[in-house]
């Protein structure tokens, strides 16, 4: 792989995708783009950076392989018990009124965040009966979001996070593979989307998990997404990022919730949540229905 | 360290489950069938044990039965870990008092992920 071809490569990804690419990424870019140079019949990786400054369908294809990350059913497992034990409980006090929530699932993969949550939402089905919860699940790549729509998974992808509970009770099998009910996929909205486009046409949101995305993103290409996306949370809304991120040093519009890291909340927004938390729960908020 | 029974009448299985056990930093004993294992927890109750469904002289759902009856018997995290992969078997399962269930073919992060869940990695 000629040095030339790998920063042309660096330089194509950083504007289309936000991507950053460091020199020590060169075996991903081996390993992911091997198949995409042979398919389209080139000789090598030079050939590859010239090809996509014209070809359309072919950038697209670079971008997808190279931005494609993994991702299982509840992944970490923190984000999504804070989810359900303090962000819900605090926006069900929050919200009473309207009665209604809207949260982003953004660089959604195969769908498996955006599920999970739709999960967490139709076990608390109790505590938020008459309630309009909007999933909307947005990815780069075409391919992950048809894969995410399908909500057909495979055996390994079926039980890795995934408690046997929650599988019987939302997925059905079908041959090899795992299928999730028609209720749950139902409560999704999946949308193709670059977060480095304006994404200002999403709407308002209460809840936005950004997770294991943004340290990809090049310093200038964190600022600017994670600023855009204060612009799209409510004020007293929450962000949660994955545990190896953080928004220090990129943005200050956030700040931490409580003593969990990986959930943020608006800099301006103490008083709601102070006056919403007092050990809200959601037996508490049950109660206080 | 925690301990964990393997139950397989496979020696292979058996073989990959402590492998990938082990390097969870579990330590395993093993039995072939239901009756050498409920022999095995009378020794020593483990912490978790990882149960075959279909083995010969007794299966493993009939030695989920037995054991959650034994005192203690209730301890153990027990996960299934078999061919059996339809809704009717996990539901068996789990009724009977399985805390989670691994359909194989696994892998190690499929066991990592179920230990987890069962709170003990």
């Known amino acids: 792989m000629s040095q030339q071809a790998f920063s042309a490569l660096q330089a194509f990804l950083l504007k289309s995708s936000g991507l950053s690419l460091d020199k020590e990424k060169k075996y991903l870019v081996e390993a992911r783009l091997t198949p995409v140079i042979e398919q ?4 090598d990786l030079g050939e590859l950076v010239i090809m996509i400054e014209t070809d359309k369908a072919l950038a697209k294809k670079v971008i997808e392989a190279m931005t494609v990350n993994e991702t299982f059913f509840f992944r970490d497992r923190q984000p ?3 989810f359900r034990s303090a962000i819900l409980p605090e926006l069900v006090k929050i919200r009473a009124r309207q009665r209604k929530l809207r949260i982003w699932s953004a660089a959604c993969s195969t769908g498996q965040e955006p599920y999970s949550l739709a999960m967490i939402i139709d076990e608390e089905a109790r505590t938020m ?6 999933i909307i699940a947005t ?4 391919s992950v979001l048809k894969k995410a729509k399908d909500g057909v998974y495979t055996h390994f992808e079926a039980q890795r996070g995934l408690p046997a509970q929650h599988l019987v009770r939302y997925f059905a099998k079908r041959k090899d593979n795992w299928v999730i009910n028609q209720n749950i996929r139902a409560r999704v909205d999946f949308r193709q989307q670059n977060l480095m486009s304006d994404f200002s046409q999403l709407g308002q949101f209460d809840v936005i998990f950004c997770r294991n995305v943004l340290i990809y993103f090049a310093p200038d290409q964190k600022r600017d997404v994670l600023n855009r996306m204060a612009q799209r949370l409510a004020p007293d809304g929450f962000l949660v990022l994955g545990a190896a991120e953080s928004v220090i040093g990129y943005s200050s519009e956030f700040k931490p919730h409580s003593d969990n890291r990986v959930i943020l909340t608006r800099r301006a927004a103490t008083s709601n949540h102070e006056a919403a938390r007092g050990g809200a729960s959601l037996e508490q ?4 229905k | 360290m925690k301990n964990v029974l393997v139950v397989d009448d496979s020696p292979m299985i058996r073989r990959i489950a402590k492998k990938i056990l082990e ?3 579990f330590k395993t004993f093993e039995a072939e069938d239901g009756q050498k294992a409920l022999a095995a927890v009378n020794e020593t109750m483990p912490d978790a044990i990882l149960l075959d469904w279909n083995m010969p002289v007794m299966d493993g759902l009939e030695f989920l039965i037995s054991l ?5 018997g209730g301890s153990p995290k027990v996960l299934f870990c078999t061919t059996e992969s339809d809704v009717k078997h996990i539901t068996k399962a789990m009724q009977a008092g399985a805390d989670e269930y691994i359909m194989k073919p696994f892998n190690k992060q499929i066991v990592k992920s179920k230990f987890e869940e069962v709170g003990l990695c």
């Open chain 1, 40 to 43: 389209a019949g080139l000789s």
């Open chain 1, 80 to 82: 999504f018990e804070g």
């Open chain 1, 129 to 134: 009966a008459g309630w309009t919860v909007d």
């Open chain 1, 139 to 142: 990815d780069i790549a075409e």
């Open chain 1, 285 to 288: 908020a049950r109660a206080a």
């Open chain 2, 23 to 25: 390097e969870l930093n």
């Open chain 2, 68 to 72: 959650r009856q034994l005192p203690n």
